[in-house]
């Protein structure tokens, strides 16, 4: 099939940036996203242009690296992946796609379609941990039985690969799915239970320093994300919150 | 230089805590002033990181990605192994170790495997008190399955992405020293070559890679933790940015590089399906738990599937040759990754792949589904269930234990696996091969580590699944930071190290000449077009199976290509600012040199062992007539490879191997 894009361009994060057009021809229905972008980038290397800048690593959904913006939705229009995952066969001979990084005060751009998630780190730095240090007399693995439901559920937070397609997506940045996750992880863990309360004030104290929106419960970062971060999580850091400040 | 690897006296089962007994210890006063660096922040190098940074070690962490969180150990699926017999099936710490042995086709060291048996149990324990979610039976204890090449279930996982969740725990870890200032992370750098001072590992040189920076870094011990060179091959399952810059540049100065040819060809892998391919996804050895591996036994069958004209559902069971089953009855499909991956080029190269690139094979959940589907039937009390309600309930648990893989699946090639079966091939995935190491994990370079996937040490000729992620964090929780200790001990007065001497400045400058010359060639190819065909000659030539004209072959062209590439290869941008294509061209460089090493060292090993196949090496008669034929009476060492320029030049020295605790024998899986 034959594409028009039209991407941000943008040299550094001091520089303006612009949409460009941009032509490619002869794409597979079978190639990903990102090779299609390949494709681009191998035709503007040949003709002397410089390639278009994007994150990308794994290439299999998980590292959490891609971050597209693409035709107003985060990670394009399939439901479920990430950008690296999404298919060329979701698209149609003639289409016109419009990409862009992610959108957010907390992600400004470092180039093209590369942001600085860093807000992300430091958020996770604030708490997203126990404490425990490395030692070869943990007490044993079994020796706390957790119940598989509990387990499951920890898991399912877990999931979150830290892409920032939630931030991306909500009308006001918020970084409260990200965020609800790993809280709801250790807040289903008896081992998360020590540090729950200092964990929660300080990554959500944090979250509000980044500069990163509030929820308002409009849910469309739960139907864009790619891991399926249910919206529970932020309901669940609500009352670890609210505990916690009452606990003081 | 004679090869000393280290290893401790005393029986087997001693060394390692006699070792601790007995080595040097640096006060915890004097810690704050020793500087350690680490290179790369996956399972190995963020567990390293870390706990160098508790013990109270200043650490300076570097990663390519935005954060360390996104270290290629994050896309481990299936589990990791630890000898915690809780399954009470007869595993202990010996028998991981044997079948650890074992599995490598007896090419590893046996101290260190017998180590990373002993701490694997640990290993558990300390991810759950990190909050690692792995899978819980429904009495809330941690469940555990079974992976290639062994008899016991000792694998524990969180669903099909268990290396994400240790990844994160080990992330946790590091970002708890983060905010107390003990590890300093550099997130998007890129270390581009090691600076020995008077003989010791003493800093790096790394680019920023958003302004382009040279930056100098001084520390008392430098730390590699830079994973495995499986893009050597171009398409393999390793990320896009996966490199073995860190680890070819420690080589280039003075570190041996061992066993290069050991290369693990996982057996499930999608099946590559153009030349735009830029990688090649995993579909985890878990599934070998469940799924079944077959082609068609006639051709008609394979050419009808191949036109579209019947389905593979179509073919009754007789019609089936379930060819690992047949071949190696007593393991079945759960057959070590380098024995399953042959097979299934067997069968290919015998004409029998079922799709248009005759490149694939199935893995089937049919029976799997018709099985849990009766359980689960009958613990229902559903009596006479239907087979539409056997599938509804079998689907469920399938869908449960690998339903992320599915889904994977199914948005990469459009078919949905639960209804036809998936189609697999072999492809490039972990190199056990690597960066030699002592007992210590020192390289030949003093004072420079090489910890996971990065060094040679644990897995001989091929690796057992689930033991990546044990091996990565066993070096980075429980070993390094002891043996390093026993190094910096003599450096408690060194006092900083001054990033003005002349090694750090000759260093800088070759970094920055290098940069230059790329950006200002101005040749006429990008950077893939080498890598792709270099990629080729690994594949075709230095790939599953290899022989001596091939292997010749592929030195001169690898040795061809490289000529080119410094002639003719186009790199867009400038050297001061974010530039991906530049990033590519000094990995690809790196590639080139290290492909020919590789070949050469795969020419030497005239031998079939693990995944090294030379097909001048194979039983000729008797019961494992058509395996690999391994020569332990002239092969059994490590190769480890000096630089002395170009890589057709690399000497040889070798590590003989002596196998005191398992009897050497021809692995059976039969």
């Known amino acids: 099939m034959n594409l028009t894009l039209k991407i941000w361009r943008q040299k550094d994060s001091n520089a303006k940036g612009q949409m460009v057009d941009y032509k490619v021809t002869d794409i597979s229905e079978h190639m990903s996203f990102l090779e299609m972008m390949d494709v681009l980038n191998e035709q503007l290397v040949n003709t002397g242009e410089e390639p278009v800048a994007f994150d990308h690593d794994c290439r299999e959904g998980i590292c959490g690296m891609c971050s597209l913006y693409i035709n107003g939705e985060a990670h394009g229009p399939d439901r479920g992946v990430t950008t690296c995952q999404l298919h060329m066969r979701m698209f149609k001979d003639g289409d016109t796609i419009t990409i862009e990084p992610w959108r957010a005060a907390a992600f400004p751009v470092i180039k093209d379609l590369v942001v600085d998630r860093t807000s992300f780190e430091r958020i996770q730095q604030a708490g997203g941990y126990i404490s425990v240090n490395t030692s070869g007399n943990t007490q044993d693995a079994n020796a706390i039985p957790i119940s598989k439901h509990a387990a499951d559920e920890a898991m399912d937070a877990a999931t979150c690969i830290g892409c920032g397609a939630c931030v991306a997506t909500c009308k006001n940045s918020s970084a409260m799915l990200f965020v609800g996750a790993k809280v709801s992880q250790y807040a289903l863990l008896p081992q998360g239970q020590v540090e729950a309360t200092d964990r929660v004030m300080n990554m959500v104290k944090q979250m509000d320093l980044e500069g990163f929106g509030n929820c308002t419960n409009t849910g469309a970062c739960e139907i864009e994300c790619p891991k399926g971060i249910s919206l529970e999580n932020i309901a669940r850091m609500n009352r670890e919150f609210l505990k916690a400040t009452i606990k003081g | ?670």
């Open chain 2, 1 to 670: 230089m004679a090869l000393d690897s280290k290893v401790p006296k005393g029986p087997i089962k001693d060394k390692w805590t006699d070792y601790k007994n007995k080595i040097n210890l640096v006060n915890p006063a004097n810690k704050r002033h020793i500087d350690v660096i680490v290179v790369g922040t996956g399972l190995a190098g963020g567990s390293a990181a870390a706990t160098l940074a508790e013990l109270g070690y200043n650490v300076k962490a570097f990663a390519y990605q935005d954060s360390p969180r996104r270290a290629h150990s994050i896309a481990a699926q299936g589990g990791i192994n630890a000898a915690k017999n809780y399954q009470g099936d007869g595993d202990s710490t010996y028998r991981l170790f044997y079948d650890t042995v074992k599995g490598g086709d007896y090419r590893s060291r046996e101290a260190n495997v017998y180590r990373l048996a002993e701490v694997s149990a640990n290993i558990i324990d300390q991810c759950v008190a990190q909050g690692v979610p792995f899978a819980r039976d429904y009495g809330g204890l941690l469940d555990n399955r079974s992976f290639g090449g062994v008899l016991v279930s000792r694998t524990f996982y969180a669903k099909g992405q268990t290396g994400q969740q240790l990844l994160l725990g080990a992330y946790s870890a590091m970002n708890r020293q983060i905010a107390r200032g003990k590890i300093e992370m550099f997130n998007r750098h890129e270390m581009l070559d090691v600076v020995v001072v008077d003989g010791k590992a003493r800093g790096i040189i790394a680019r920023n890679l958003i302004t382009g920076e040279i930056e100098r870094h001084s520390a008392h011990a430098v730390v590699i933790a830079s994973g495995g060179y499986g893009n050597v091959y171009f398409l393999s399952t390793n990320a896009m940015g996966s490199n073995a810059t860190a680890a070819w540049k420690i080589h280039k100065k003075g570190a041996y590089f061992a066993n290069p040819c050991f290369t693990q060809i996982h057996p499930t892998c999608i099946p590559r399906s153009g030349d735009y391919q830029s990688k090649l996804t995993l579909m985890s050895e878990s599934l070998r738990n469940d799924g079944r591996i077959w082609v068609p036994k006639n051709m008609e069958d394979v050419m009808a599937i191949r036109e579209g004209r019947k389905k593979p559902t179509d073919l009754s069971e007789d019609e089936r040759d379930y060819y690992l089953e047949r071949r190696y009855p007593a393991f079945g499909n759960l057959v070590p990754r380098d024995v399953a991956s042959r097979a299934a080029k067997e069968r290919c190269d015998a004409g029998y792949g079922v799709n248009a690139t005759g490149e694939a094979v199935y893995l089937d959940f049919a029976s799997a589904i018709e099985r849990y589907g009766k359980e689960q039937a009958k613990i229902h009390n559903i009596d006479n269930p239907t087979e539409a309600k056997i599938y509804e309930l079998g689907k469920g648990i399938v869908e449960a234990k690998y339903g992320n893989l599915f889904q994977m699946y199914e948005k990469i090639v459009d078919e949905d696996p639960y209804k036809t079966p998936m189609m697999i091939y072999p492809a490039t995935h972990y190199t056990m091969g690597g960066v030699w190491v002592d007992y210590n994990l020192m390289t030949t370079i003093p004072g420079c580590y090489c910890i996971g996937e990065a060094n040679f040490s644990d897995h001989g000729a091929n690796r057992l699944g689930a033991s990546a992620l044990m091996q990565g964090l066993a070096d980075g929780y429980f070993v390094l930071p002891y043996t390093i200790g026993d190094y910096l001990a003599d450096d408690i007065r060194t006092g900083k190290i001054p990033t003005n001497s002349k090694e750090f400045e000759e260093a800088e400058k070759a970094v920055t000449d290098r940069i230059n010359f790329f950006i200002n060639n101005n040749g006429t190819k990008s950077v893939d077009h080498f890598h792709k065909r270099l990629g080729k000659v690994m594949w075709d030539k230095v790939g599953m199976a290899r022989n001596e004209q091939g292997l010749k072959e592929a030195m001169a062209e690898i040795k061809q290509i490289r000529e080119e590439f410094w002639k003719d290869v186009k790199v867009p941008g400038n050297a001061n600012e974010m530039n991906p294509e530049l990033e590519k061209a000094g990995r690809v460089a790196d590639f080139l040199e290290l492909g020919e090493l590789f070949a050469k060292d795969a020419l030497m090993r005239e031998e079939s062992c693990g995944g090294h196949f030379r097909e001048e090496s194979v039983e000729e008669s008797g019961e494992q007539k058509g395996e690999a034929k391994r020569n332990d009476k002239d092969f059994a060492f490590v190769a480890a490879w000096e630089y002395k320029g170009e890589p057709a030049d690399a000497v040889l020295h070798k590590e003989e191997l002596e196998f005191k605790d398992i009897e050497l024998k021809q692995r059976s899986y039969k």
